[in-house]
């Protein structure tokens, strides 16, 4: 499986912004649509934002529609997701992976999960 690396988080103010990048190692990533998950503490991890395979389409979550924009570079087998106006409600682990873009899930067997990268919003 692919392996993938997420980083790019931290600490920031409410109203700040971020940006997360996930590397992929492997030839089959532009194959593939991604998206960028996250998982808060006690929560069920969930699918944030996700690219079509060529990076034509986006879809996000209504939580982060307007503020989060997720973005692609199959050169380098990077995702990316830009993260503005951030709210403490926003604070997790953030992973990427493959998912099946009509139906808005993850989709095994392309990548295991990596390390995840943490985005802490706080005063």
């Known amino acids: 499986q692919v392996q993938l690396v997420e980083s790019g988080g931290g600490l920031v103010q409410p109203g700040g912004s971020l940006r997360l990048s996930c590397a992929a190692s492997g030839r089959t990533f532009s194959s593939y649509a991604m998206g960028w998950f996250r998982q808060a503490p006690g929560k069920k991890r969930e699918l944030v934002a996700a690219i079509t395979s060529a990076g034509g389409n986006t879809n996000y979550a209504d939580s982060v529609k307007g503020r989060f924009t997720i973005s692609r570079d199959n050169a380098k087998n990077t995702v990316y997701l830009q993260m503005n106006s951030l709210k403490p409600e926003d604070t997790a682990v953030y992973y990427c992976?493959?998912?099946?873009?009509?139906?808005?899930?993850?989709?095994?067997?392309?990548?295991?999960w990596g390390q995840g990268t943490q985005v802490t919003v706080s005063s």
């Open positions: 992976n493959a998912v099946d873009f009509l139906y808005s899930e993850y989709t095994p067997g392309f990548g295991s």
